[in-house]
């Protein structure tokens, strides 16, 4: 039976009829009031997902996972052997004979402490660069903000100026480093001074692949291919990271306009990430081959300068590790932001 419908007659007085509500409705006329409702439309059907059950891994993904690691494994494996086998041949054996994986420098052996110092300094300030950087990539709706003293329009974020305020440091110590390189002499060391660096570089590559590596004798002499890492560290890496940075940063000079198109930002944006994923391999291979190739030896002569075997410059060297762990968890607003009054001003927006 059809649903009854309630409708007005000329004098106003309501009466009851029962008619049929699909012909006594127009429905393609409006309702005569006003909304009240927000005019959306519901989804018919809700399918609630569980986040963490979408991001769990299966059963399968992860036996794919093992059996993926597991393949890399062999073929590394087969790689060492491969490379073994190549460095067996007769005229691999006359390459190795001929370049042995260094070349003789004028250097004077030994490492002085002012060295150690330097790599310390470098160590801890970019541990806090990579660090505050990453932030800066990531944050998204800063908390705290520094601006000049009078240029409120020079407000930055608090990160930011953290990441700039090291990078200047970091600019301070690596100008020291660069002077004392070549007042010492110790630039010998970095700097390649014969063509056979690139046979002998490639001979220690060989060497280090093969897991038979080059005889360690940084005390007198690196070997070509950790010159070569060196100096491209220290004279190519460092500035690219130096000019790229300053190019982003506020020290820039707004006004030149000339030199802002000789020189886009978005150049700057675009080599300064892979940079600093240089350094992050760069510091990781270094250590592990600081390691893996006589580690008491290795930090006696960086921490120590003194070319023994005993545990003094690893004792050392866990030191600065504590102080590269207080400076990590004290670069926070609550540490930085009484420092950051003394050089501006800091505001919570």
Request: proline residues 7%.
């Amino acid at each position: 039976m059809a649903p009854a419908v309630e409708v007005t007659v000329a004098d106003d007085a309501p009466i009851a009829t029962l008619v049929p509500a699909a012909s006594a409705v127009d429905v393609s006329t409006p309702l005569p009031f006003t909304r009240t409702v927000w005019a959306g439309a519901a989804p018919r059907r809700v399918v609630e997902t569980s986040p963490e059950a979408s991001r769990r891994p299966t059963w399968t993904q992860a036996i794919a996972g093992l059996f993926g690691a597991a393949g890399l494994g062999l073929v590394a494996i087969a790689g060492i052997f491969l490379v073994r086998a190549f460095l067996s041949l007769p005229f691999m054996q006359d390459f190795l004979a001929a370049f042995p994986g260094e070349y003789h420098t004028d250097a004077e052996p030994g490492i002085a402490p002012w060295v150690g110092w330097q790599h310390f300094f470098n160590m801890f300030l970019m541990l806090l660069i990579i660090r505050s950087g990453l932030r800066v990539r990531t944050e998204k709706r800063p908390t705290v903000f520094w601006a000049p003293r009078g240029n409120a329009k020079g407000k930055i974020s608090l990160t930011l100026w953290f990441h700039q305020s090291l990078d200047i440091l970091w600019l301070v110590n690596g100008i020291v480093f660069v002077v004392l390189l070549f007042v010492t002499g110790h630039w010998l060391r970095l700097v390649p001074t014969s063509w056979e660096v690139f046979p002998n570089a490639l001979s220690a590559a060989l060497q280090y692949v093969s897991f038979d590596w080059p005889t360690e004798n940084g005390w007198v002499n690196y070997n070509s291919l950790q010159q070569l890492a060196y100096f491209t560290t220290v004279f190519i890496a460092a500035p690219l990271a130096a000019i790229t940075g300053f190019r982003m940063s506020g020290l820039w000079p707004k006004k030149a306009e000339k030199l802002s198109k000789a020189y886009p930002v978005e150049w700057a944006r675009a080599l300064h990430f892979p940079v600093m994923l240089y350094f992050v391999a760069f510091i990781v291979v270094h250590v592990a081959l600081v390691f893996l190739t006589g580690m008491l030896r290795n930090l006696n002569h960086m921490f120590a300068s003194q070319d023994v075997v005993s545990w003094v410059g690893f004792w050392v060297f866990i030191g600065a590790l504590v102080v590269m762990a207080i400076g990590w968890i004290a670069a926070r607003p609550l540490v930085l932001a009484p420092i950051a009054k003394v050089f501006g001003n800091v505001s919570g927006r």
